[in-house]
């Protein structure tokens, strides 16, 4: 072969093998794709019920867990970002970033979005509750001092509500104005945080004014707990909810967090505690759904290898609560788990550090018996 043709034929090689790369590239997987594009979207399946959403956090807006989020819910709420001491870690600074990134995300995506939470008792900067000297209000025992501190707590709060609804009140219908107000094992049945101790439940109605008055009458306000199903506690919320109804407080609905296992609590004390706050003329969502594979006193762990009995059973009763929910959708709006995949997920860590699988997909974001038995009520988990 002369030497031109052994050049020519070095190009035409090299010709044929970018070519070659050039059809691998156009034709390789989306980066955004799900895992399994190939199965029912939740959302879609839903459609005729309620929306289905997630929580996410702002790094999940990309790649395959984004994938899987826009081919199965529309509706998200931020899992941390939009909590207190994270949007507004101290008095003058608020931190806009991470929020609007997932505003912009669900935007992009035809998505809705739920704000969690205005106020809580948790992941709250501590200069809430500094007096103008820069002292724990809590610890003021003069009346007139005290009657001060709690003017200038609703004062802060006021403006921190005001500031972030203004921002999204045209990007987020559905708001947690407060979030776990409610624990039993104290004084009155309200927790004793420290809003409670410095301002009582004044703090709870400022909230919501707030809100209500920087938002317009076409936003959602929703007071949210978890261990709603527990009937004392759920008469402690439902008793404060009528008292703040009848002092005229804005009050739309009740957000049922809704962490539950596989063995308890029964579907039928979930669904009875909407229809008590339903009496009410309020709306009930499911905010922050998940069901851990192990009761909620055992500490032990089943390590890499879930039992194929224990998924089952988690199906099975994934299955039960769907279908309650679908059969009581005139008085429930929404559900979002709090997750949408078991490699993200705080009952990893809590209560304590062990492998855990409370949602529909696993950790390589492949559909489980659960995600069947919820998008398919014909499946038997038996």
Known sequence: MSRLAKIVSGIMAGAVLILIVAILIVNRSDPNEPAQSDIPSLAVEYADFFPIGAAIEPSQTNGLKAGLLKKHVNWLVAENVMKPDSIHPAEETFNWSNADKIVAFAKENGMEIRYHTLVWHSQVGAWFFKDSEGKPMVDETDPVRQKAN????????????????????????????????????????????????????????????????????????????????????????????????????????????????????????????????????????????????????????????????????QAKRYGELFQAFRDHREILSGVVFWGIADDHTWLNGFPVKRTNAPLLFDKQYQAKPAFWSVVDPSVKTD
């Open 150 to 313: 709690k003017k200038l707590l609703l004062e802060r709060l006021d403006t921190h509500v005001r500031t972030i609804v203004d921002r999204y009140k045209n990007d987020i219908k559905s708001w947690d104005v407060v979030n776990e107000v409610i624990e039993p094992a104290d004084p009155d049945g309200m927790r004793a945080s420290e809003w409670y101790k410095i301002a009582g439940i004044d703090y709870i109605a400022t909230a919501f004014q707030a809100a209500r008055e920087a938002g317009g009458p076409d936003i959602k306000l929703y007071i949210n707990d978890y261990g709603t199903d527990d009937p004392r506690k759920r008469d402690l919320l439902y008793d404060l909810v009528k008292k703040l109804l009848d002092q005229g407080v804005p009050i739309d609905g009740v957000g049922h967090q809704t962490h539950i296992d596989v063995y308890g609590p029964t579907v039928e004390s979930i669904i009875e505690s909407m229809r008590k706050f339903a009496e009410l003329g309020l709306d009930n969502i499911v905010t922050e759904l998940d069901m851990s594979i192990y009761s909620w006193n055992d500490r032990s762990d089943y390590g890499t290898v879930i039992p194929e009995e224990i998924l089952a059973q």
